[in-house]
Each structure stands twice: as structure tokens, then as C-alpha cells.
């Protein structure tokens, strides 16, 4: 006879052994993982240069296999960019970064540094930065991932 300690109902060993939706059995498959992604960080505006760092971390219940932040700006970017390795131009006034996983416990954390230069010198810029690319799952908090900043060109640095 074995003990209740040892027995299991075959739906939850196979849920509990499932390490992505894709392995989930058959009433599980389709549902999308939760995760909770947040961003923050600093933007600093000086002449035509902008500095954006930006932290970002899941507090999850799932862990994600990646992220992609955009940072979008209102002022056009200059032509030529030296970006971080894991960031591209998307078009002009545009960059995306992938962060790499991140584990649900929102200990692990991502960052990005970004040195852009701005065509012109403007007396303000708008920064936005927010998930473009979760992995597909559902964010139930996106608040904390979505920000709008306005930097003056004082060279302080302005939160978000």
C-alpha cells in the first residue's frame, strides 16, 4: 500500500514539473504566464547629449526568458549612435534593449546604460521608456514599466 505522503494526482506532478507553458498538460496548455516587470532609473539632458539609465527587474510570479525595453524620445535622434550590445536603433527617435531572463523574485535585476546624442541642442526632452516585449505574459501591474519623463536641459538628473 502507499502512503498518502507519496501519492500524487497526475495533473499536479505533471504542473508542478512543467517549467514553461509550452509542457503544460492539456488543460493548462494556452494559458500565459504572469509576470510583473518594472522599470526605473534616471534621464539627464545636457546640450545634445542624454544620458538614460534605466534598472529593470520581475517581481513576477513567473520568471521571464527576456525583456525588451524602448526608449522612445520627442526629439529626433542624431544620425550616428554608439550603442550597448544588447540595444539597437529602431528608427529615429527609438531604442530597444533586451534585458536578458530575469527570475520572479525581483531580486535579479537588468540594466541598461544609454549615452545618445540628440539632433540639436533642444531646451527639453521627453523620455519614455516601457516593455515593448514580455515574452508573452500578462502584466497585471504595468504601471511600474510605463514611464513618461520631461527633462530640462539643466543637466540634473530627473527620476522615474
Known amino acids: 500500500m502507499t502512503s498518502p505522503a507519496v501519492m500524487t494526482s497526475p495533473t499536479v506532478g505533471a504542473l508542478s514539473a512543467a517549467a514553461t507553458p509550452s509542457v503544460l498538460p492539456e ?5 500565459a504566464p ?3 516587470v518594472s522599470h526605473h532609473g534616471h534621464v ?3 546640450g545634445a547629449g542624454l544620458k538614460v539609465r534605466v534598472r529593470t ?3 513576477g510570479p513567473s520568471s521571464l526568458t527576456g525583456v525588451t525595453v524602448r526608449v522612445r524620445t520627442s526629439v529626433a535622434l ?3 549612435q554608439v550603442l550597448p550590445q544588447r540595444c539597437l536603433r ?7 534593449c533586451r534585458t536578458g531572463s530575469l527570475r520572479a523574485d525581483g531580486v535579479q535585476e537588468r540594466r541598461i546604460a544609454l549615452e545618445l546624442r540628440l ?4 531646451d527639453e526632452v521627453v523620455v519614455r521608456v516601457d516593455t515593448l516585449w514580455n ?3 500578462t502584466d497585471r501591474n504595468p504601471k511600474n514599466d510605463d514611464h513618461k519623463v520631461l527633462a530640462p536641459a539643466t543637466g540634473d538628473e530627473y527620476v522615474f
Not at 119 to 122: F, K, N, Q, T, V
Open 34 to 36: 504572469e509576470a510583473d
Open 57 to 59: 527587474e520581475n517581481h
Open 27 to 31: 488543460p493548462f496548455v494556452g494559458i
Open 44 to 46: 539627464l539632458l545636457w
Open 78 to 80: 542624431a544620425g550616428r
Open 135 to 137: 515574452g508573452g505574459a
Open 90 to 96: 529602431a528608427d529615429r527617435r527609438t531604442v530597444l
Open 119 to 122: 539632433d540639436g541642442r533642444p
